[in-house]
């Protein structure tokens, strides 16, 4: 499977606990993306990387969240001190800087359940 | 600040009904626009961008800068059309072409 990855599908934790989620892009892909999606909503985006830099992060970002992306390759999301606030689907997404060609191709998420 | 809206949560229609999926945007600058799809158990993916200008599985979208308006059409619904659908506006914040999205409509075609 030549697509977005993401590790784990589903993850259960208690509250305030840290979770650490990892996504995996197309491969030739520099540019990549998280976003958060609540029920009944469509997914909002959190931060972006291109190859290995974080360039913008959403005021939806709290200090609580932080993403890297070592070496341009795949990228973790990690949420300490969870709340059931951040119960969420959390989404990554890949595209290369090419032109006009502005596809983002989704991961097939991961669902954090806070209890 | 950019924003999407899709003012119906559910959409029901017969199987060879016309469809028409509504969306509206607000946004300072030029718009690029997508619709994305997510099939039942199936991850979000690109169904269609209006630059392109295409159909795809005889969806089609105009964008419409005088109404703020990017609705998505087909003239007769299948079954397999059942999903949810999504509109998005590419925003170039900071260069990242991040996505707006609305909240979705959920298409139910009825046998």
């Known amino acids: 499977d030549t697509g977005v990855s993401q590790n784990p599908r589903h993850k259960i934790t208690k509250r305030g606990q840290n979770v650490t989620f990892r996504c995996d892009p197309i491969?030739?892909?520099?540019?990549l993306y998280w976003y958060r999606q609540t029920l009944g909503q469509g997914p909002e985006f959190l931060t972006y990387f291109q190859n290995e830099a974080q360039l913008e992060k959403s005021r939806l970002l709290s200090d609580r969240f932080s993403a890297e992306r070592p070496k341009g390759s795949f990228s973790t999301l990690e949420i300490q001190r969870t709340e059931q606030g951040d119960s969420a689907m959390y989404l990554c997404a890949s595209r290369s800087y090419s032109g006009r060609i502005y596809e983002q191709y989704f991961g097939p998420g991961t669902r954090l359940t806070v209890t | 600040a950019q924003r999407v809206t899709q003012p119906e949560k559910l959409l029901s229609v017969f199987k060879g009904a016309p469809v028409e999926l509504k969306c509206n945007y607000s946004?300072?600058?030029?718009?690029?626009l997508f619709w994305y799809v997510q099939y039942s158990r199936q991850r979000l993916q690109l169904l269609l961008r209006h630059i392109s200008r295409e159909s795809i599985k005889g969806f089609t979208a105009d964008l419409n800068k005088g109404e703020t308006s990017f609705h998505l059409k087909k003239p007769f619904a299948q079954e397999e059309d059942s999903a949810m659908y999504y509109c998005?506006?590419?925003?170039?914040?900071?260069?990242?072409?991040?996505?707006?999205f609305g909240k979705g409509t959920k298409l139910s075609v009825i046998p």
């Open positions: 491969s030739e892909h520099n540019r």
């Open positions: 998005a506006l590419s925003y170039s914040g900071a260069g990242s072409y991040q996505l707006t």
């Open positions: 946004y300072s600058g030029s718009p690029e």
